[in-house]
Each structure stands twice: as C-alpha cells, then as structure tokens.
C-alpha cells in the first residue's frame, strides 16, 4: 500500500548554458528590430491607402446619419400624437401636484 515516491533532483546550469540562452535572447531582439525596419521600408500600397481614406469617411458618414437618425427620431417623438399625449399627462400630472400641494398648505 506504500506508494512510489518520485526521485526529486535540482538541475543547475553551466557557465555555457547561460551563455547561450542570452545569446538567444539578443538573437530575438535583433530579429524584432530587423523585422520593423522591413515594414517601415515597406510602404502601404496606394490602393490600400485609398480604401483605407474611403473607410475613413464612410465611418464618418455614418456616425454623421445616426446623429441624424437619433434627433430625427427625438423630434418624432416629440410631436407625434404619442408625444402630445404624453405632454398632455404631464402637464395633468403639474396641475395635481400644485393642487394637492396648495391644498397641504392652507391645513397648516
């Protein structure tokens, strides 16, 4: 019923080891810069720039119509036969609270 007990052991790295992995560290960061170089040569293609330009400004159209669309639809609500109603009420509802407010002040 005793179970295995797994060997336990500690590795230690060589001067040589440690040597090579910063050399593989400084090998990686050569290659990162040597890769944004290459894309800073790299310029963007004209087509792309101009679809680029064209998102741009369609982006800018349509957050221009939904501004629109949102007033337009305040608007709406406003003087539609809903929104005159809904005045209406309101308006009852100011009418009540002076009422009831008058009312509380000539008991006191």
């Known amino acids: 019923m005793n179970a295995p007990i797994a060997p336990s052991?500690?590795?230690?790295?060589?001067?040589?080891?440690?040597?090579?992995?910063e050399s593989t560290e400084g090998e990686a960061a050569e290659t990162?810069?040597?890769s944004e170089?290459?894309?800073e040569e790299k310029k963007e293609?004209?087509?792309v720039t101009a679809l680029k330009d064209e998102i741009a400004s369609l982006e800018k159209k349509l957050s221009e119509k939904r501004?629109?669309?949102n007033t337009?639809?305040?608007?709406?609500d406003n003087?539609?036969?809903g929104g005159y109603?809904?005045?209406?009420a309101e308006m009852e509802n100011v009418r009540k609270m002076r009422s009831v407010s008058l009312s509380f002040l000539l008991l006191f």
């Open 9 to 21: 052991f500690t590795l230690y790295a060589t001067e040589g080891e440690e040597a090579s992995e």
């Open 32 to 34: 990162e810069l040597v």
């Open 37 to 39: 170089e290459e894309e």
């Open 45 to 47: 293609d004209p087509e």
């Open 67 to 69: 501004l629109e669309k």
């Open 72 to 76: 337009l639809d305040r608007l709406i």
């Open 79 to 81: 003087y539609s036969e």
């Open 85 to 88: 109603a809904r005045k209406v």
